[in-house]
């Protein structure tokens, strides 16, 4: 198979009739449609999961409008390849043509100072900024660019998606089209791809290598399993295990295995994965599984977000892997988890409950007057702090939402609770 490109940019898609998933978006008469359509575009930024075809949809707006297209990655391009991309957009505009298409792929990894450096040219129509990330924008890009662009959420694919996608590829493929190729199983295939196109592609062209001398190829979920599990390295920031390696990093935290915890850990960091998406998914785990049973551990977990942004990386790693046995070895409770599950589905099973008149707020006279606060105990003015008092609305306070669980910490949370409210609830 040598002098062909990868299977997956051999199947990029050109146009937008060839382009899969994301209809909410480019369907017909969808918004990203209209404006692409209209051939007029604003600076946006695209946020989504790896592989649902955000550089793709960069180029296809490129082709489309007729634009200059500048590319930038921003895990290896600095202040100065932005002021020289900017530079070189000012120069090849003549008159009143349209702004050339600045594309920055992972722009979540800017730094504040090189997003700073856009600002001016998004600003004056220097370039027509499209930004894409894998990362929440709201915390990723700063405000003032973050304010000057629209931000579109790309979903996963579904399975539909991916099924068409494979079809293309045996159909349309210039090098399995001629080949003999029956998928008789597709559970593996959509299960380790994840919804990821480029998961999917790459999932596609091991096998098919793999079998390429024989006269007929059948895919099943026995072949891809041994496939992926004879490649480990397979697993990267985009690649097939993605989604399962971080499964079961969570699940050894929750399981109290640290041993468990640290190799997959491991498998992440060998992979390349962007430490500030495991630290977020150790602050997650902090409150989820372990909570109020050892409130310490949220603590260590932010933390432990914040370090590896001032310390960077190889020495995040020590970082990361000291917040993980942590957790991994404390104490366990879902009880916060549980409690706010509960409390949103008796908000929604009871609506829009009025707020009890004691506990309103009486800014002015006329809410006084109507006994805006009265009656309302201010605990501090008590002993212990507390005074007893209904704060939920009438038709739901006898409903318990929080439970302790039978741990150290919340046994005591729990005689607490019981020892204050004991002649009330």
């Not at 600076?43 to 409008?65: E, Y």
């Not at 600002?119 to 915390?139: C, D, M, Q, R, Y």
Request: aromatic letters at 8%; glycine letters at 4%; proline letters at 5%.
């Amino acid at each position: 198979m040598s002098g062909y490109p990868p299977l997956a940019e051999r199947m990029r898609p050109q146009n937008l009739d060839d382009y899969i998933g994301q209809k909410h978006l480019v369907g017909e008469g969808a918004v990203l449609r209209k404006m692409i359509d209209r051939k007029v575009i604003s600076s946006i930024i695209l946020w989504g999961p790896p592989g649902v075809g955000k550089t793709t949809l960069a180029r296809i707006i490129s082709k489309t409008l007729e634009r200059p297209f500048y590319v930038l990655s921003a895990i290896n391009s600095g202040v100065k390849d932005v002021r020289e991309a900017i530079d070189k957009a000012r120069k090849s505009r003549f008159f009143s043509s349209p702004s050339p298409i600045l594309f920055i792929d992972e722009i979540h990894r800017f730094s504040k100072s090189q997003q700073d450096s856009l600002l001016g040219a998004v600003e004056e129509g220097v370039v027509t900024l499209i930004g894409a990330t894998t990362e929440n924008p709201s915390f990723e890009v700063i405000s003032p660019l973050l304010s000057r662009c629209q931000v579109y959420v790309l979903k996963a694919l579904d399975k539909e998606d991916l099924l068409d996608l494979v079809n293309r590829v045996l159909t349309k493929d210039v090098l399995l089209k001629d080949k003999k190729v029956t998928v008789e199983e597709d559970n593996a295939l959509l299960r380790y791809s994840g919804g990821d196109a480029r998961k999917m592609l790459n999932i596609l062209e091991l096998v098919t290598n793999a079998e390429i001398s024989k006269d007929e190829i059948i895919i099943n979920d026995e072949l891809v399993t041994n496939n992926l599990q004879q490649n480990p390295a397979q697993y990267d920031k985009n690649g097939e295990m993605h989604y399962d390696i971080i499964s079961a990093f969570i699940k050894s935290i929750r399981g109290s295995d640290p041993d468990a915890a640290v190799y997959w850990l491991a498998r992440m960091v060998e992979g390349g994965e962007d430490p500030k998406f495991i630290a977020r998914r150790l602050i997650i785990s902090a409150s989820e599984d372990i909570g109020l049973a050892n409130p310490n551990a949220l603590l260590l977990a932010s933390n432990c977000f914040d370090a590896i942004n001032k310390v960077g990386w190889p020495e995040s790693r020590i970082i990361l892997s000291q917040t993980t046995i942590y957790l991994a070895t404390s104490p366990k409770s879902n009880s916060a988890y549980m409690a706010i599950n509960d409390a949103q589905a008796l908000v929604k099973q009871t609506g829009n409950l009025p707020v009890p008149l004691h506990l309103r707020n009486a800014p002015t006279k006329l809410m006084k007057e109507l006994n805006y606060g009265k009656q309302y105990k201010y605990s501090h003015d008590y002993p212990n702090n507390f005074a007893a008092q209904d704060f939920m609305p009438d038709e739901v306070k006898k409903q318990r939402l929080y439970k302790p669980q039978n741990n150290a910490q919340e046994v005591k949370i729990d005689e607490r609770m019981k020892f204050l409210w004991k002649d009330h609830k």
